[in-house]
């Protein structure tokens, strides 16, 4: 069983910055690919990024190329949000795929366990 809680969302002004945690618990955290995804109001929810099980291969939805990054440490993974945008505003969910270590990628379905979600709120 993995349990993914994520922090640090808020409100920014438009530009600035902020830094997403999700925590997960479970002995082979590093072992598995994980995700990060988005849904605002009225909306599907999206892609944002995903990072390998080893940290190296990582996967950014265009929309946030070069203003996001992905990383992970032994229990964690980040994402950082960096020029932030109005359209950026959403409730961010961390996501992992316990059932392939290979399996990296963008599709939700992909991902077998999920965070509760933490709101991320832009203002212009």
């Known amino acids: 069983q993995v349990q993914l809680v994520e922090s640090g969302g808020g409100l920014v002004q438009a530009g600035g910055s902020l830094r997403l945690s999700c925590a997960a618990s479970?002995?082979?955290?590093?072992?598995?690919?994980l995700g990060w995804f988005r849904q605002a109001p009225g909306k599907e929810r999206e892609f944002v990024s995903a990072?390998?099980?080893?940290?190296?291969p990582t996967y950014y939805a265009e929309s946030v190329k070069g203003r996001f990054t992905i990383s992970r440490d032994k229990t964690t993974v980040f994402l950082s949000m960096n020029s932030t945008k109005p359209e950026d505003t959403a409730v961010y969910y961390c996501a992992a795929n316990t059932r392939e270590k290979y399996g990296l990628g963008r599709s939700p379905g992909l991902y077998n366990y999920w965070g509760q979600g933490t709101q991320v709120t832009v203002s212009a």
């Open positions: 479970g002995p082979t955290f590093s072992t598995y690919p």
């Open positions: 990072i390998s099980w080893s940290g190296g």
